[in-house]
Nanobody, 125 residues
Framework: QVQLVESGGGLVQAGGSLKLSCAAS????????VAWFRQAPGKERDFVAA????????FYADSVKGRFTISRDNAKNMVYLQMNSLKPEDTAVYYC??????????????????WGQGTQVTVSS
């Protein structure tokens, strides 16, 4: 089992930045693929970014490309999401997720085995 705990959410003005953190514990060596999703009220959970450590590849939703960066520190068992140039439409609960390997379905939430509890990000205009 793998446990994930997000932190770093909060209230920020449009144009500002936030860095989300996801602390992993348990069998973390079994999770090469890590990802961030977000869910706004009344909407489905959407893909934001994914990272495969072994493949050395990162993937981003078009809506965040160039503004968000996903990274991972294996020594600390941490996953990060640096969010810059934030927009009001980025407001959502952000979730960290993990699975053993990356696959072509990396944008689909039910492909991930482990989830955190979420952290709220609110961007004011």
């Amino acid at each position: 089992q793998v446990q994930l705990v997000e932190s770093g959410g909060g209230l920020v003005q449009a144009g500002g930045s936030l860095k989300l953190s996801c602390a992993a514990s348990g069998r973390t060596f079994s999770t090469d693929a890590v990802a961030w999703f977000r869910q706004a009220p009344g909407k489905e959970r959407d893909f934001v970014a994914a990272l495969s450590w072994l493949a050395g590849s990162a993937f981003y939703a078009d809506s965040v490309k160039g503004r968000f960066t996903i990274s991972r520190d294996n020594a600390k068992n941490m996953v990060y999401l640096q969010m810059n140039s934030l927009k009001p439409e980025d407001t959502a609960v952000y979730y960290c997720a993990a699975r053993p390997t990356i696959n072509v379905s990396y944008k689909i939430p039910n492909q991930y085995d482990y989830w955190g509890q979420g952290t709220q990000v609110t961007v004011s205009s």
